[in-house]
């Protein structure tokens, strides 16, 4: 089953994708938010959807296709979280996960355009995977309750302005929470509907040249760890987004490096959680 929001931007309703069929969820369902995760909300879905399903709406596929979660509490990101990332961008392998966050306005739909900042000559690419917290978490006794805390995973394409993260003062937040830099989904695929979450090719496209190819096998810290990890220090919400890091390949790692310019498309995709298209303008 795959969670989908379509509709105008800050307008999105909820619903599903079976079968290469888009439903409507919203006259059942208010959003896929934290209150939905956090009480049981997959469960209610799935039971419905056995019962009534035949009740829903059909979506036309042409409908805008927003991030399949509502506005999180927290977009948490993991840094330099493959090995051959670390290496292309000359820094040592952490011995735990580097943590940042973006800004949760930064939340846009799989194939938004995406507004390259005024003053940017930096603004780079990055897939990630993306996890979704399941239940509030805090202080989790181990990585398989880490995983127990895990509804799912989405495509997250963590845009990022290099010489606001790298070059300015301070964390690297200011370069990573420009507005729309935040492109989520098509879908939030269910942990149960993907075989192995540590065996997915990872590809992204620059104007139709190949520039990202990896495989969630080389992360660092997996998914079960890095939920647990993150619990130990703060509490994650249901609904929250954690983006795990991106494979090598991207601008800044390049010699000479190569920066993402207004009119370029970029297309990326993880195996069995779809692809997005944007136009940087």
């Not at 896929?32 to 059909?58: C, I, Q, V, Y």
């Not at 220090?233 to 993402?260: C, K, R």
Request: charged share 25%; glycine share 10%.
């Amino acid at each position: 089953m795959k969670l989908i929001r379509f509709g105008a931007k800050d307008s999105e309703k909820p619903g599903v994708e079976l079968n290469g069929k888009r439903l409507d969820c919203s006259a059942h369902f208010n959003d896929w938010n934290r209150d939905f995760f956090n009480n049981g909300g997959l469960d209610k879905l799935k039971a419905f959807l056995e019962s009534d399903r035949n009740s829903l709406p059909e979506v036309d596929n042409s409908i805008r296709l927003g991030s399949p979660i509502a506005r999180p509490g927290m977009i948490m990101c993991i840094g330099l979280n493959y090995s051959d990332h670390a290496e292309e961008s000359g820094m040592e392998l952490p011995k735990e996960p580097v943590l940042f966050m973006k800004a949760t306005n930064t939340l846009s739909g799989p194939n938004d355009d995406i507004v390259i900042p005024p003053s940017s000559i930096k603004t780079d690419w990055e897939v990630e995977l993306g996890i979704i917290v399941n239940h509030d978490s805090y202080q989790l006794k181990n990585e398989a309750e880490g995983n127990e805390h895990i509804a799912g995973y989405t495509l997250v394409h963590d845009v990022s302005e290099r010489e606001f993260q790298l070059e300015k003062e301070g964390q690297w937040v200011k370069g990573k929470s420009c507005p729309g830099f935040s492109p989520v989904g098509p879908y939030l695929v269910l942990k149960e509907d993907i075989a192995d979450v540590l065996n997915l090719s990872m590809e992204l496209s620059v104007n139709g040249q190949k520039m990202q190819q990896g495989n969630t096998k080389f992360m660092v810290f997996k998914p079960a760890y890095v939920v647990y990890y993150l619990s130990q220090f703060m509490q994650l919400e249901a609904g929250d987004l954690i983006s795990t890091g991106t494979p090598p390949g991207v601008g800044l790692g390049m010699n000479p490096q190569v920066y993402l310019k207004r009119g370029d498309e970029v297309v990326l995709t993880i195996e069995g959680l779809g692809s997005q298209h944007q136009k940087f303008i």
